[in-house]
């Protein structure tokens, strides 16, 4: 499915289609990111987008179709350069690019078949070395700046909480203050890298001070990042609570910033 004209804007749209423009893509996001979260992702987004739903919810069908296509494509598209990292590589430029030494050199019949490992115990993941920033941090970057975690076990985490959050647009349509089938026109208005809540309130749907309760309202729904840390064993009780203090003392340094 992908060829060399692809460009690492595709693969933004595509991470953006299935996790929300609210997450702030890059290059490192796409080198971190795991195939399980992309397909945890598209089974949420699937479901949202079937053209199915919009019958029972009398929504219109055509553009639901449109989306159903789109998160479709993204997960093909996404799949695709997860599922075989070393026939593309992802350049510094963010480029992409065949790596044809791989495809022009089976493997012998009697040799296994290649396998890529994430999460490979003879490659450990890289930490970061430096030093803390001056600026207040989440709980997820302090455990990342100050070495407890490697940036790809940050990704997971933040893919982890964005999966478990509802919507800006279903919030809405529970508080009464759009209709289903206004959330599949401000889908469609939406800007390329335009945010669901502000593309609604661009385009007169919702105030401001509107956006901002559904804002507050989602950051209340959604888990604390800290529970990810502890499902997956990286941290303790005891060190979970240690750590949140420091990060409270150090976010104190900068409170006025």
């Not at 029972?56 to 989306?67: D, F, S, T």
């Not at 963010?94 to 050199?105: A, T």
């Amino acid at each position: 499915m992908l060829n060399e004209e692809i460009t690492k804007q595709d693969l933004f749209k595509a991470c953006e289609s299935l996790f929300g423009s609210d997450i702030d893509v890059s290059v490192e996001f796409l080198r971190y990111l795991q195939l399980s979260g992309v397909k945890a992702a598209f089974r949420k987004k699937a479901l949202e987008t079937h053209p199915d739903r919009a019958i029972m919810l009398a929504g219109e069908v055509g553009l639901m179709e449109r989306r159903f296509k789109e998160v479709n494509l993204a997960y093909q598209m996404l799949s695709e350069f997860l599922s075989y990292p070393w026939k593309y590589r992802l350049e510094e430029d963010g480029s992409i690019s065949e790596n044809y030494v791989w495809r022009k050199k089976p493997a012998p019949k009697s040799a296994k078949p290649y396998s890529y490992n994430y999460s490979s115990k003879t490659k450990p993941e890289p930490k970061y070395g430096g030093r803390v920033p001056g600026r207040r941090l989440l709980f997820g970057q302090y455990l990342y700046y100050t070495g407890h975690i490697s940036f790809a076990t940050l990704i997971k985490a933040i893919v982890w909480q964005r999966l478990q959050r509802p919507s800006i647009g279903a919030i809405a349509t529970d508080w009464d203050l759009i209709f289903t089938e206004d959330v599949l026109s401000i889908l469609k208005k939406r800007r390329y890298g335009e945010k669901f809540g502000e593309c609604a309130l661009r385009c007169g749907y919702i105030s401001q001070y509107q956006l901002n309760l559904l804002l507050e309202r989602q950051q209340m729904l959604q888990p604390q990042i800290g529970r990810y840390f502890l499902e997956e064993r990286i941290v303790s009780s005891a060190g979970l609570f240690k750590l949140v203090a420091e990060l409270k003392v150090h976010n104190r340094k900068f409170w006025s910033s």
